[in-house]
């Protein structure tokens, strides 16, 4: 958890707009990355991954971005919806690793 | 296919007492990871197992904790003597095979209140 962090703790969305939530890490060993949604009393649920042999890869509705020269990764959600309020965490291994560490997580609020 | 499930999903223990937390894999999965996340915090990792086998305990504190996957049967975590600084969510995780190469999927927790 000490090598992955995020930028902002909280964020704030009008309903409709795009979100981008960011990450930044510091281990450069690091090769996979993963965006996890959680909700309120519930388990973390996975939303996105990524490798770092790629610098983008898209989902529904969610594009996750990696670059590996200033070590950060980014989520972007589009059209938000009072839905995705979750805290959003990322988290990253090394290679051959198995244990995720994770960063302390960003609260995104929709406005409706 | 059910997914991965934790229980209880709340449990109070008074200081001193045991708390036994238990985690039924997702079917198919043989891999299971346990995970602490304290208020306003990530997860940490504590322990991972395969059946039977610790394969990793580097996240878990050397005493009062200790876990386990049996043959049969849902994997426990097991605290013993609990102290208040023990109360947080505990996660469990699967997967088919050690997340070198596959995403692991989480169960709903166990919220620990010691009181």
């Known amino acids: 958890g000490e090598n992955v962090g995020l930028h902002l703790p909280t964020l704030s969305v009008q309903e409709g707009d795009n979100s981008i939530i960011n990450c930044a890490y510091s281990?450069?060993?690091?090769?996979?990355f993963i965006w996890y949604k959680q909700e309120s009393g519930k388990g973390p649920q996975f939303i996105i991954d990524?490798?770092?042999?790629?610098d983008k890869r898209q989902g529904q509705r969610v594009t996750v971005l990696l670059n590996k020269t200033v070590k950060h990764l980014s989520l972007q959600i589009a059209a938000t919806q009072p839905g995705d309020s979750a805290v959003y965490f990322c988290a990253e291994k090394g290679p051959y690793d198995y244990k995720l560490s994770f960063g302390a997580g960003t609260t995104v609020t929709v406005r409706a | 296919n059910a997914g991965v499930m934790q229980n209880p999903r709340h449990l109070v223990r008074r200081r001193g007492q045991e708390a036994r937390l238990r985690c039924s894999p997702m079917k198919g999965h043989s891999h299971v990871y346990w995970y602490r996340q304290l208020p306003e915090e990530g997860l940490k990792f504590m322990v991972y197992?395969?059946?039977?086998?610790?394969?990793?305990e580097s996240g878990m504190p050397k005493e009062r904790f200790s876990a386990e996957f049996p043959k049969e049967g849902p994997s426990i975590l097991r605290i013993q003597q609990v102290v208040r600084g023990d109360s947080a969510a505990y996660f469990c995780?699967?997967?088919?095979?050690?997340?070198?190469?596959?995403?692991?999927?989480f169960g709903q927790g166990t919220r620990l209140t010691v009181v």
């Open positions: 995780a699967s997967s088919r095979a050690g997340t070198v190469n596959t995403e692991a999927f």
């Open positions: 197992l395969q059946k039977e086998n610790i394969i990793d």
């Open positions: 990524i490798r770092s042999n790629m």
């Open positions: 281990n450069s060993a690091s090769d996979y």
